[in-house]
């Protein structure tokens, strides 16, 4: 089916966005309220199923890599359309043998990686969904807890990993009599099968037939969300979900198809973000994706920039801690942000919200090294979004703006209370949460649009083409004991733009409480060099200038502020960082403000004690001051 993309006129200014799509809104209020958006571009088809783009590059670009990686001897490792589609095929008629569907699917539980990306087509080619599992739940986890408690919610009837030297104790775990446990690499050290046992033929009718047979509706995966502040759900994600929102991105960002796109990418497979969005675009536009080894923190962004220097991506996709880890060595040469930013047509951030200087350092640069302006792109989705629902294609000046609704979307918008809660309907949102009908109906309304649990507001009230602004999440927003309500989100992407960059995040506190307080979590490295002391020091967070820093900070944030609702007016450095075991951090980097005031309730209590104890920060009330 065709993927051309029908777009209106491009907007005016500034040049670069002029390489992006239109989204021109079309509202109906109602009489309780409620207010309908959707915008008057059309809906262009989409194809049947992701599996129909690899046959299609494996005939017009074999030559073409798809995917690369870097093996032991740190050179690439690449994988072209052609072998792709080769390797696909002789796999898939090897699992067409085990009697594996969407009761007996694949759970895939190590990171990205070639072998990983040829298994999970293969399950979708004979129509059998997978389900890649966050790699920690093995790794770092000492129970399994959480690992079992998907296996048992999925019943794969195989387990694939690509190493299963690191994995052999929860492969252990994962093992059932009727379940095949497959590795790619050390397969003998946890009793498994070898990924090549599994190979068949090319040419194998039963792949054939499997392959035809698959329509819109058929699962292509499940995607667990974190499970931070409960049990994973695993949302099922049909073919027509992942094909439908594909379509819909290259509305936004017609370039796509004109070049076929260049990745560097580290985002998790197991997350939407990384896997149907960047994935999928990859495989859709005929692109090729490089796996980044690296992870969005200081500590470990050094293989990101190896692999930068080298791959000048055409779009680049990270979350906000990653942008702010990768932004100093740019900053510090000159030659390395030139070639980043020489084919660069759009950086795109998702996940949290992005710290303005952190925008304004890309921005800056792309300006100085390369002369030109690069649009810094966001939006809102969910993973049961598949993902993206709202965008932002319009320059705007500032991070935060979220945008409009994407073509074949309609934006419901709920009054609550002060705020608008932002619902959807769409051909990518999901059916439901797999053998969980209890969780699919909370999260559906009486007229069926899903609810984000999200609050958006209008950037500008009086001209809506302007779009929205994400406004917390609905479930983090608290009253102090005073009633007054705090908009969570809002308040921390002011806080932490304030406190950038020596605190990467912060967690508000407050419920029922007189005043708002907060946990801030530093960055180690940045704290250090203000303070002149090694990151490993005990004494850092102590330190006087530092705190005293902090608390002038904090100081002009509370003369700027309006009242208790966002007044900060106490702090305390989280010494011990946030835990991915315990939920409190997501994959991705970002913080559950929920588990996170759970798992640290009796700091809260500390934070709020009378008088104050040494580790507390008040705000300066000098701050701003002439001396």
């Excluded at 017009?60 to 994988?79: C, H, M, N, Q, S």
């Excluded at 009599?177 to 690499?185: G, K, L, M, Q």
């Amino acid at each position: 089916m065709a993927l051309a993309a029908s777009l209106a006129a491009a907007p005016t200014a500034p040049e670069a966005w002029h390489r992006l799509g239109r989204l021109d809104p079309v509202v109906e209020d109602r009489p309780d309220g409620t207010r309908l958006v959707t915008v008057r571009q059309g809906f262009d088809p989409y194809p049947r199923a992701l599996p129909d783009r690899l046959v299609h590059w494996a005939a017009a670009t074999p030559d073409r890599v798809f995917l690369a990686e870097r093996g032991p001897d740190g050179a690439w490792r690449t994988l072209t359309f052609g072998e792709c589609l080769t390797r696909v095929r002789r796999l898939a008629s090897g699992l067409a043998g085990l009697g594996l569907s969407a009761e007996r699917p694949v759970a895939i539980l190590s990171g990205n990686s070639i072998d990983h990306a040829v298994m999970a087509l293969a399950a979708m080619m004979i129509g059998v969904p997978y389900c890649p599992i966050s790699p920690p739940y093995s790794l770092v986890a000492k129970d399994f807890a959480k690992l079992s408690y998907c296996l048992d919610l999925l019943t794969p009837g195989l387990v694939f990993v690509a190493d299963a030297k690191p994995f052999r104790a929860a492969l252990a775990a994962a093992a059932a009599p009727d379940r095949v446990i497959v590795a790619a690499a050390n397969a003998e050290l946890a009793g498994a099968r070898d990924l090549s046992s599994l190979d068949g033929h090319a040419d194998d009718p039963r792949v054939d037939a499997a392959f035809a047979a698959i329509g819109p509706e058929t699962i292509a995966k499940f995607l667990l969300t974190s499970g931070s502040t409960g049990e994973p759900k695993a949302v099922v994600n049909t073919q027509r979900m992942l094909m439908a929102n594909q379509v819909m991105l290259l509305q936004c960002f017609p370039f796509l198809a004109e070049t076929p796109p260049v990745f560097v990418d580290w985002l998790p497979w197991n997350h939407t973000f990384g896997s149907n969005h960047n994935f999928g675009m990859a495989l859709t536009h005929g692109g090729t994706l490089h796996i980044d080894e690296g992870k969005p923190v200081a500590a470990g962004i050094l293989p990101t920039v190896r692999n930068l220097r080298e791959i000048a991506p055409t779009a680049y996709f990270n979350v906000p801690k990653g942008y702010e880890a990768l932004l100093p060595y740019l900053e510090a040469d000159r030659a390395f942000a030139a070639h980043f930013f020489s084919r660069l047509e759009m950086l795109f951030y998702a996940g949290a919200g992005l710290a303005q200087p952190v925008w304004d350092g890309y921005l800056t640069l792309a300006r100085e090294v390369a002369g030109r302006e690069i649009p810094f792109v966001t939006g809102l989705g969910a993973t049961e979004t598949a993902p993206s629902a709202i965008m932002n294609l319009r320059a705007t000046g500032q991070a935060g703006a979220i945008g409009l609704p994407m073509v074949g979307v309609t934006l419901k918008l709920v009054p609550a209370g002060t705020k608008l809660e932002a619902r959807v309907k769409a051909e990518t949102v999901t059916p439901g949460y797999w053998r969980r009908p209890d969780l699919t109906a909370k999260v559906f309304d009486e007229e069926g649009y899903y609810c984000f649990g999200d609050a958006v507001a209008y950037a500008d009230p009086g001209d809506l083409s302007k779009g929205f602004l994400f406004d917390g999440r609905l479930s983090e927003d608290f009253k102090l004991a005073t009633g007054t309500w705090v908009s969570v989100g809002p308040l921390r992407h002011v806080v932490n733009s304030a406190l950038d960059p020596l605190i990467r995040d912060t967690v508000v506190t407050g419920h029922d409480r007189d005043d708002i307080g907060m946990l801030l979590v530093p960055d180690a490295e940045a704290c250090a060099r203000f303070a002149g002391l090694a990151a490993n020091d005990p004494g850092l967070y102590a330190h006087a200038g530092l705190r005293a820093e902090l608390a002038r900070r904090l100081g002009l944030l509370a003369k700027a502020a309006t009242g208790s609702s966002n007044r900060v007016e106490r702090a305390v450095i989280l010494t011990e960082p946030p835990s991915l075991e315990a939920g409190e951090l997501t994959d991705k980097g970002s913080i559950n403000q929920r588990a996170v005031l759970t798992r640290r309730k009796d700091l809260v209590t500390a934070l709020y004690a009378e008088p104050p104890g040494e580790a507390i920060i008040r705000p300066d009330s000098r701050a701003g001051e002439t001396p």
